[in-house]
Each structure stands twice: as C-alpha cells, then as structure tokens.
C-alpha cells in the first residue's frame, strides 16, 4: 500500500534545528534546514548523515524547501549545501530569499568573528548556497520534476513566511512551517484552501495555549513603556532584526503620534533599518491595511524613530530603544543592558522566547546578578517585564487551520513533547483523525489509499452517461468496459475497441434452446399468447412481436414451430448470445413454467 | 470549442471561449480610437476651441453646427469623448462564468461588462494588472470627470445623417454601441468582482477545466494563458513580448502541446524597432530642451514610462540635461511610481536583485529623490508654482482628447521650439493631432511597441507548434498601407483561423478521453490478465458517479441478501434487476481439445463432423448440437438447464474475456 514517511532530523518534539524528510511516491523531500540556538556544538546542526550514509545528498533529495527566514528554519542551509554538499534545488519566497543571506551572514559572523569558531561556513558559501535557490510565487504551482509540484500558501508569521505543499499524483503533504492564524500590526492570517492532504505537518509551539486578545498585550505593553518614560527612565527592548522590530515599532510610532509624546525612540542601526527597507519593497506580503494605504503613508517610514548610536546610550533622559540581538545573548543589547540595568527607573522589555544560557533567559528567570566576562558581577535593578509578541498559532489556531485543510492525518513538530500530547488528543478527539508526534530520527509511516487515475475513452463514458441521463440511487447503473494497461498508461475503454485496438476478433457464443409447449392452438396463436405473457411479466423490458413471427426480448429471439410428432406440442426456439446469458436463462425457465391458463 | 469574437481591435481583444460547459471571457479590451472623433475637452477654457465653427451640410442646413465643429477641414463632435465597447448581443453575457485579464490595457471595458450585463462570475487577474488597471481606469474616470460636458451629442449617429456625414464620422462603425465613460462606483464595483492570481497557478474551474497565467513579458503583471482539461490545451496569447524591458521575461515553454493557441496583441508598429525610437526620443527631447523648448509626451501613467525615465536616469547627465525638470502630471503619477517599486516579484531578474540589496527596483526613486523628477495629480494646486521652463512633461491622454496634455498642447502649440513626442502607439498621431491644427510645435512619432513582431511570432509559432492558430484577421494579410510586406503577416501551417468583430468560430479540436478515478477498493478487485507482452487487460464493472464534472468509478454494490424467510415470490419477483453485462468473448476452440474435455467430463457418445467453416460436435443422447466455427460457437440444446451451464462452462475455459 502506497505510504508516505516523515522522520524529523530536528523540531521533532522540541523547538529549533527544524528539518523535516518526508517520502512520499517515491520523492523525497527536505523540510527547512534549521539550526538550534541552545547548542554550540554538533547538535545544533540536523544529523545528515541520517539521509544517506554513503552517496550524494543532491541523489537522495529531490528538493528542500525552507518556509522563512528564521534561523532555526534555515541556519544550516550554507552547512549543508556548500559543506556536506546539496546540488539540488531549493525553494523559498522572494522575501526569504532576499533576507535570508543577510541573516545567515549576521550569524556567521557571531559564530565566526566574534567567538572565533573555526571549520564554519563562510560568505562565500552563503553566497554559493544562495545560487541554489529557487524563488516562489504564492500560489504559483512548482513542477519540480514531472511527478512533484509544490505550492506556498500565505502563513503570516514573519515577512515572507510561507506554508507548502507537497504533491505527487493523488497524495500531498501540507508543510506549515510557522504560522499566525491572527493577523497583527504588519502582517496578514495564515490562509490555505481545503486541499485535503494526506498529512499535515503543523507546529505546535503554542500547542495549550489560548492567548488573550491582542489588543490587551498591545495595551500593556504601551502602557509600561508609556509609564516608564513619564518617569524619566530609558527603555530598552532587545529584538531580532526582522519581524516584531517592525511591529512593535508601528505600535509605538502611532501610540507616539497620537499620545503627542516627544521621548525619543531608537532602533539600533544596521540590520534594523535595512529591515525597513525589506518591509518597504516586499509590501504586497504585509497585511490588506498597510497595502492599501502604501502610497499615502508608506508604514515602514517612521516618523518619530531614528537611528541609534552608542553615544545616545549615556544621554540623560528618557528614550526608548529597539537593539539587536532579541536574546541579549551579544553585540549591542548587551552592552546597552549593561549601562542601564543599575538603575531601577529604567526597564527592560523582553517581547520574545529566549534559549537557555542567554542573559535574557537568566533574567527572565529572575536572576538579579550576573555574572559578565572577566567575573564582573552585574546587578540588576532596572525592572524586566516579559511580553509574548511571537506570531505563532495558538492552539485556537492551530485547530482552526486544520479545519480549513481538512488533513486525513496531523503531524505536530516545533513544540514540546507534553504540550504536544495535550494537543494530539484534541484533534484526534475533535476532527477524529489519527494525529503523530515523532521524536527526533523516528520514523512516522502513514498508508494513503490514492485511486487511480485513468483515461476513458469519450466513447464509453458517453455511453454510460446518456444511459444514466436520470441518476438513480437504488439502482446504480453498471459500467462494463475493459482496461489496457500498457507501460505506465491506462486506458479504459469498451470491450469492442479494446478488442479492436488488440487485433482480436469477438468471439461469438450463441445458446439457442429449445422448449417444450403443450398448447394444441395453431403455431401464431401459440407465439401471441406467449408475447402477451412475457408482456405482462417484463414491464421493463422491451418484448417485440415481429412480422415474421418471431418474438424478441430486448436482443433475444423467439421462434414457435410445431413439434414433428406431436401436434398438441410446440417447440419454443430461444436464442440468445452469451451477453444476455442471464435474460435468456431467465426466460427459458420462464417458458418451461408453461403458459398461465388465460380466457382470452 | 467555440469561439465568440466581440472585439475588431486585434491589441484590444474581448472574445469568449466555450470550452467543456464552461464560459470564459478573455480580456475585456476597452476600442478608444473612437474618442479621436470628439474635440479635446480643455481643462481651462480654451478661446480657440469655443470659438471653432460648427459645421455646415452642403446643402446649408445647419441643425448639426450645435454637434459638430469644424476645424482644419475636419469635423469633430462637441460632446462628451465616447468609447467603442465590445459586442454585446452575440451571446447573453450573463452567462459567462469567468472573465481572465492578460494585462491591464485589455482590461478597459470591464465595468461595462460586470455591471451592465447580469454578469455574476468571477474575474481572474494578477495583482500588477489589478492595481495597475484601477489607476489606468481612475485616471479616464478623473481626466473626464473633472471637465463636466453640458451637452451629449447623439443627433449625428441617427444613421439617416450619419451618411451624409464627411468621412471619418461616416465610416465609424458600430456608433449606436459607443458609450459614456464609466463612473468610480463602477470601477470599484467591478474590480471587486477580481481574484488575484500568480504566475503558474492552477485555477480550477467547476472541476472541469484549469486555467494557468503564464509570464508574458509584455508589463508588469502581463500574463498569457492556459487554459486546459486533461485532453485539450488552449492558448490565449496576448501582448508578450520578448524584449527584456522591466517585466518578468516571457514564458515560453508552458505554451507547448496546445491544440489551439489563440494569438492575440501583437506589435502595432512592425516596422519601428523599439530600441531605435527610444534612441530617438531621447536625441529629439535633449535637443528641443538645449534650445529652450519643451517636450511633452502624451502617454500612459504605467508601462513604457517607467523605461523611458530609466533610459533619461542614465542619459540626462552625459546630455548636459540635469538642471532640466520633468514633470509627471497625473492624478495617479504619485501611486503609480509608488506602485512600480512594491512589486519585485513581478520584475525581471535584474530588478529583482536590486530589491535584494534592499534598493527600489527602479531609478525613478532617485531622480525624485534628487528633485529631477516631480509628479503632481494635476496642473492646478503646487504645479503652477514650481512650474519652470524649458521642461519635460510627461502627462496623458495619448488620444490628446482629455487629460493634461490637452492644456499643454494649447499651451505649447503655436511655438515652434517646442516638440510633442508620440511614445504610445495606440493612437494615430496624425489623428490625435488634428483638432489642434494648424500646429506650430514639432511633432515626433517615436512609437514604442514591445509587443511581438512577425518574426517573432514565426519563431515562436515554430517553437510551441500549437496544432492551430486563431489570430484577428488583421493579422492574416500585410497592413492595408504597406500591402506589398507579405512579411508582415502571420505564416504558419495550418493557416491561421481568422475571426473578425461579431464572428463565431467553431474551433477544430477532437476529444477521445476523459479522466476518470478508480477508487481503490475497485482497483484491487481487478484482475488484470498479460494478454500479449507487456500489455495487460482488466475487466471492468463498476459504478459510475459524477459529480461536479469529475468522474469515480467504484466497486457495485454488493445484491442485498435475500431475507431468511422466503415469503411466496410473484413471478416478476425474479426478473432480473438491472442489465447485467457479460464480457465480450474472443479466441477459438481447438476442436480436438474440446472434444477431449467433453469425454473427461462424461460425455461418452461425442461425434465430430466438419462443415464448410469448422465442425459440428453432436452429442447424440442430449440431443445437442455444438457448431463451432472460427469465431462463433453455438451450443443448441434441449431445455436442460445444468446441461446448457456445463456445455456453457467448458466452452469458456477456451475463450478470454474482455
């Protein structure tokens, strides 16, 4: 039985290092290429050597397909592509295509520079893994090879985010990558059709949670920073370059607008500001509002937020800034947080999940001393608040986006095992469909049961469709016909032509029997009382009195003489051909019942 | 496959295809020569134009003077313009299922069809041509708005006068079918009824047909089609091309294996290369501005423009033309240059890198950056205050019948330093301009066509050999000017089907199959036999069901098991329900073999005669007669029933069934 098989190399219960293999007829296919944020050695790249131990990569794979831009989506990419060695295609959105090099440089360039690891990949490999892509329209239908097509979808989530899917003949997988099912400030909600997958491949990040409304968080979140401010402190909110940065930066640009508020707002330079630009270029992926209303006011040109530079650090006052990494794990929101963190009027916002290990983590967690390099003990006193503005599904979300795909089987990757659990339940109560969560190199086989498509032939359909002009349910028309299977093709067609096109000839087989009547009445009267029985008996059938004599029923003939020897006897010829073996049977037998003793 | 052509104009199409119970528009192309019949509407009073002379019959009656005027020995109608719109009586429009649009040109005429004609499908377009079309059509909509017209002349289409008329108005065709402009209401209205698509995207309709746009190289957004069912492929071509301008290139490959292929949109201009006259406006523009002239170029707010202004970004500093301004003059100049930089993915491979980087896709983001480019929505407001000269003005209408340009025209035209450049070669410019003769300014006629040419096409024809080519039939002859150019017309074989305005065609194209699925519980009952090398046979009986034009077979359904305790059966009881269908039968009998057969199964007195065809079996006591022949048996028997089912049985161990 046709079945398709997924092994995740990474995100299998657990978050980061997403890599997803799904086989499926007989293709197989790479889903993201992530790295792990909480891991510095081997195991923050997906184990390769899983898909073969021995032969090229480029041989095993027919595609990789990477949903967004996020680095535990496709921070190993250049590794795998340019060091372990992937010649085939791989596909992303434009705007994954655009942002994604420049992410992966930035981490390179932490990784490399900054903690001075060495055997990384370098520029030139992101350069060179880059060449590989494919770009992707929504929508567009991509004939990877002959037999495999995929499709994005729009999943929100960040800039460019996209869902796949996955289809070989009949059967397909839906890949979800990470998605929102709410649109926010700057992007849209997640939409699919009901393709109806055999499997979909959903992340499960917020797999128990309901979230508040939006507006609540948002209102919170204005209202600390607002409060702070007012007091004269600085606020400091670490973000990753692309994504939240932008929202949050809406948020703030028109509460700062209507609140007439005269703070200063920074973003730290660099990536941020060239994020703008993304933003700006690829503004067909924002959300309907922010399209409509582009060439008016373009929402990605703020008005009250500038450039930071690290002088602006020590200004006396209140300021607000957004700086990179969102983590505080480096670079400048570490050193930012360092000058501040003394003072119990500033504040530090946190808008985002962080990986243990990192300071934001440790604050998080409400450690109040750190300890910095060179054993300098850091304390805190400036006030940490934490503020989910992840776009991911909530389990609302998820539910609902299974509803719209109507899925045949669930696969949740990019959460955590108990939380998974609780969620599996949920859909296999709700949907009542069989829902995995593999770890990690296990293997999840699913058996689909496509039907097979064929040609038939005009000819045979047409008949059978005029016959059933008016569809009858309690009696559902038989079709006959007769399939050629040649090569790979099929074909069915009507027994004649089948036949014909094979050089046969039609063999026919003719049964004629005879039966035995006692009736004395002349040999025509005889054949009359016979039509007016099989008359009455087969009202659906067509019964014939012929010129010659004769009787016909539907294809089968009857013919009356009398018997040589005796007069009172007639001999009922019934002939019929093989095709109507059961109407003729049926009437030989009638026949021999005899003739009802009519008056007439 | 039908074809119903409600379009004249072969780069303005609207025709509609039947294809397998589906109705499908393809383009909605909006004829506006017709607006060259009407006095430009000035959008300052214009003592010229009021002062022209209305005109006078040969006979001296004057009841059309308030209609028509007269100007430089041509007759204009003083009325608000008019456009020419497609057919609307060849079929019920109502019940066109979808409309596709290939670009936003061929997309003009859509709020007469979707508001006025019961429409109630669905209009299929990518988002370039969506966004781009509504502010082609704001722009009709504003530049005839905003100059309110008091009187509507209709006198003069009375066909009785219409005769008498001087020619052109004579000639017009169709005058009872032209109409006023659409409203915005309309144009929101109908542009609501649009799904966007994207390149290659699969669109199914009601199951039995898909549709696909394809890249058509012509303009932002511009697709060809595709429309298919597993058997039949049409094409709908229609303004490619193959010059790599700013547009994604074209593509090709997806047109192959079609059996029609619908051509549609090609180059007006076949004998101006585009380059060359892009070379030649910039040489005429840099040449008319160092004499202290201006330039003005009636054109579109999208499309060429966007190469021009790149071509003058790279010109203007080596021709000493950098403290020239240009000027962009329309209500929607500000969104579409906006509108140009958002759409990457639409834009040829080099634009595309530049959004990489992040940089704007075009340089006209730098020269209004650097003030060498400014765009206003009209003369009035700011304008007229940073109004310098000498200067360059891009503004339309390209017809001169409305819109800024006319302004400039009456502005700029007693003066001979200055030049009007003719870019958009949708209009004659000889017509565009007599209104507004006798004509001081220097006139330039640099058409610029990207569209594809003859040549092209016979290369493109070779290379997709579609089965048959429809095409205008414009296109099926040299250009009534230039009849000696056999060149410039469309050569292939077959010979193209022609269709001209108002004509159906039946398109040729024969069906032999269709898709249908064979669930999966069915397909394991089959029991396929290997009748010659590599071919196998399965005999099929099966259920039927369509639904929503898709077609299932599945296994019959198992007869009901008769309840346990038979009650007494009427005779009728027992016919049989439905036909059944016994297989077809071929082979023969080895006479030989049979015979034996029939021994081992107990039959002692077999007697064999030959006939004339093959032989006779007798079997004496059954009183039975088996004739056997090449290619027919024929069992003759008394009424025994288990005999005839055995005889039967034995004979079709020897026969395959189909």
């Known amino acids: 039985m046709p079945e398709i098989k997924v092994t995740p190399l990474g995100a299998g219960q657990d978050v980061g290092r997403s890599c997803i293999l799904v086989s499926i007829a007989g293709k197989n296919v790479m ?26 990569l480029t041989d095993f794979l027919d595609c990789v397909i990477i949903s967004h831009f996020h680095l535990d989506h496709c921070g190993a990419l250049p590794y795998f592509s340019e060091m372990v060695g992937y010649d085939g295609p791989i596909y992303m959105t434009h705007p994954t295509k655009a942002i994604c090099p420049i992410l992966l440089e930035d981490y390179r360039k932490i990784t490399v520079d900054k903690k001075g690891e060495t055997n990384f990949f370098t520029s030139q490999m992101i350069k060179d893994c880059m060449k590989k892509v494919v770009a992707v329209h929504l929508h567009q239908t991509v004939q990877v090879d002959e037999e495999l097509e995929i499709k994005a979808y729009y999943a929100g989530h960040v800039l460019g985010a996209a869902m796949f899917q996955i289809k070989v003949g009949c059967e397909s997988v839906v890949y979800t990558g990470d998605y929102n099912m709410t649109p926010d400030r700057h992007l849209g909600a997640a939409w699919i059709d009901k393709c109806r997958p055999d499997l979909l491949i959903s992340e499960s990040t917020y797999a128990t949670t309901i979230r508040d409304s939006k507006r609540c968080r948002e209102r919170d979140f204005l209202k600390k920073v607002h409060e702070t401010v007012e007091r004269g402190g600085k606020v400091l909110i670490p973000v990753f370059a692309l994504g939240r940065a932008q929202e949050l930066c809406i948020l703030l640009e028109t509460f700062w607008e209507r609140m007439n508020l005269k703070a200063p707002i920074y973003f730290s330079t660099g990536l941020t500001e060239k994020a703008n630009h993304y933003y ?39 300021m607000v800034v957004f700086a990179t990494p969102g983590m505080l794990h480096a670079g400048q929101s570490l050193q930012i947080f360092r000058k501040w963190a003394g003072n119990e009027k500033n504040m530090v916002i946190m808008p985002g999940y962080c990986v243990q290990g990192t ?22 006193k400036m006030q940490v608040e934490y503020m989910s503005f992840s776009a991911h599904a909530d389990a609302k979300g998820i539910m609902q986006l299974i509803r719209q795909a109507e899925p045949r089987n669930v696969l949740l990757v990019h959460g955590e095992a108990k939380k998974m659990e609780f969620l599996k ?3 296999e109560q709700e949907f009542h469909v069989s829902c995995y969560m593999p770890a990690n190199g296990e293997t999840t086989t699913i058996f689909t049961n496509p039907s097979i498509p064929v040609d038939i032939s005009l000819g045979l359909l047409k008949r059978e469709t005029t016959i059933g002009l008016v569809p009858d349910v309690k009696k559902p028309k038989l079709m006959h016909g007769t399939l050629i299977m040649k090569d790979n093709s099929f074909r069915l067609v009507s027994p004649e032509q089948a036949l014909k096109e094979l050089g046969l000839a039609e063999h026919q087989l003719r049964f004629t029997c005879r039966v035995h009547i006692q009736d ?15 008359k009455g008996v087969l009202k659906d059938y067509s019964v014939q009195h012929l010129p010659d004599g004769s009787i016909t029923v539907e294809s089968i003939l009857i013919q009356a003489t009398a018997h040589s020897e005796d007069q009172g006897t007639k001999v009922l010829l019934v002939s019929w051909t093989y095709q109507d073996e059961e109407l003729g049977s049926y009437l030989t037998s009638l026949l021999k019942k005899g003739l009802p003793q009519s008056t007439a | 496959l039908k074809l119903y052509c409600l379009s004249g104009h072969p780069t303005l199409p609207c025709n509609v295809l039947k294809f397998k119970s589906t109705t499908i528009m393809l383009d909605c192309g909006l004829d506006m020569t017709s607006t060259l019949n009407f006095l430009p509407l000035p959008l300052v009073q214009s003592p010229r134009l009021s002062k022209l002379p209305g005109w006078v019959l040969k006979d001296g009656s004057t009841f059309l003077d308030k209609e028509l005027k007269e100007c430089s020995g041509h007759v204009f109608v003083d009325s608000v313009p008019e456009f020419c719109l497609p057919e609307t009586e060849l079929l019920d429009l109502s019940t066109v299922d979808v409309i596709l649009i290939s670009n936003y040109h061929c997309m003009m005429a859509l709020p007469y069809i979707t508001e006025y004609t019961g429409f109630t499908g669905t209009v299929y377009a990518t988002e370039p041509t969506v966004q781009i079309g509504r502010l082609l059509m704001e722009e009709l909509v504003n530049s005839i708005e905003r100059v309110p017209k008091a009187q509507s002349a209709s006198m003069w289409k009375n066909k009785e006068v219409q005769r008498l008329l001087p020619t052109p108005l004579k000639d017009a065709v169709e005058v009872s079918m032209w109409r006023k402009c659409y409203t915005m209401p309309e144009v929101n209205a109908a542009l609501s009824k649009i799904q966007l698509v994207g390149y290659s995207q699969k669109i199914e309709l009601f199951g039995a047909v898909q549709v696909t746009p394809l890249s ?32 994604q290139p074209m593509d090709q490959a997806s047109l192959k294996n079609s059996d029609v292929l619908i051509l549609t949109g090609l180059t007006q201009i076949p004998t101006a290369n585009p380059d060359g006259m892009v070379g030649e406006f910039c040489s005429n523009l840099a040449m008319t501005v160092r004499n202290g002239g201006n330039v003005l170029v009636p054109c579109y707010p999208s499309g060429v423009i966007y190469d021009l202004l790149e071509c003058l970004y790279q010109y203007i500093d080596s021709a000493g033309l950098s403290n020239v301004p240009f000027y962009f003059i329309s209500p929607v100049a500000n969104s579409s240059l906006e509108f140009s930089q958002i759409f990457a993915e639409w834009l040829c491979h080099n634009k595309q890198t530049k959004v990489y980087l992040p940089e704007p896709p075009f340089p006209h983001a730098e ?5 060498k480019l400014k765009h206003y929505p009209s003369i009035h407001g700011d304008f007229s205050n940073d109004f310098k000269q000498p200067c360059v003005v891009f503004t339309g209408h390209p017809s001169l019948r409305f819109g800024d340009v006319v302004h400039f025209m009456e502005l700029w035209g007693k003066s001979s330093l200055n030049t009007v450049i003719f870019t958009e070669p949708d209009f004659s410019y000889l017509d565009a301009l007599a209104p507004y003769q006798p004509l001081a300014m220097k006139c330039v006629y640099c058409p610029i066509d990207t569209r594809l040419n003859f040549i092209q096409v016979s290369k493109l024809l070779k290379e997709v050999q579609p089965l048959h080519v429809v095409c205008p039939e414009q296109y099926t002859q040299p250009p009534p000017t230039q009849s000696h150019r056999t060149d410039l017309m469309v050569d292939c074989q077959p010979p193209p089907m022609s269709y001209r305005r108002a004509e159906v065609l039946t398109l040729p194209y024969k069906r032999r199959y269709e898709k249908i699925e064979i669930m999966p519980d069915l397909a394991d009952s089959l029991v396929p036999l290997e009748i010659k090398p590599g071919i196998s046979l399965a005999t099929v009986s099966a259920v039927l069901h369509t639904k929503d034009n898709k077609h299932v077979l599945q296994l019959p359904p198992k007869p009901p098991q008769p309840p346990a305790s038979k009650k007494r059966k009427r005779v009728s009881d027992d016919v049989p329900e439905c036909k059944p269908l016994k297989p077809l039968l071929s082979g023969s009998i080895p006479v030989d073999q049979f015979v034996q057969t029939l021994e081992k199964h107990g039959f002692s007195d077999v007697k064999v005669e030959d006939t004339a065809k093959g032989h006779i079996v007798l079997l004496q006591e059954a009183e039975t007669l088996i004739q056997i022949e090449e290619d027919s048996t024929h069992i003759i028997c008394d009424n025994d029933e288990p005999l005839r089912v055995k005889l039967r049985d034995l004979v079709l161990k020897f026969l395959q069934k189909f």
């Open chain 1, 31 to 56: 889903l993201d290429c992530g790295m792990h944020m909480g891991y510095n050695d081997d195991r923050r790249f997906p184990d390769f050597s899983y898909i073969t131990q021995n032969g090229r």
């Open chain 1, 280 to 318: 700006k270029l690829f503004i067909t992926w924002t959300n309907q509002k922010i399209r409509k209303t582009f060439v008016q006011r373009n929402m990605f040109e703020f008005k009250h937020i500038k450039a930071f530079d690290r002088a602006f650090a020590d200004n006396p006052g209140p």
């Open chain 1, 359 to 380: 300071v934001g983590h440790k604050i998080l967690s409400g450690q109040r001393k750190l300890e910095m390099e060179g054993r300098q003990i850091l304390e805190v």
């Open chain 1, 425 to 427: 339940q949920k859909i």
């Open chain 1, 520 to 534: 004395p009445r002349k040999e025509h009267e005889t054949v009359l009382r016979v039509y007016n029985h099989l």
């Open chain 2, 216 to 247: 058509s190289g012509y303009a932002l957004g511009s697709s060809n089609w595709i429309i298919q069912s597993h058997y039949e492929k049409v094409s709908y071509v229609s303004g490619s091309s193959l010059l790599t301008t700013h547009p």
């Open chain 2, 367 to 371: 020269l209004i950056q650097t003030n």
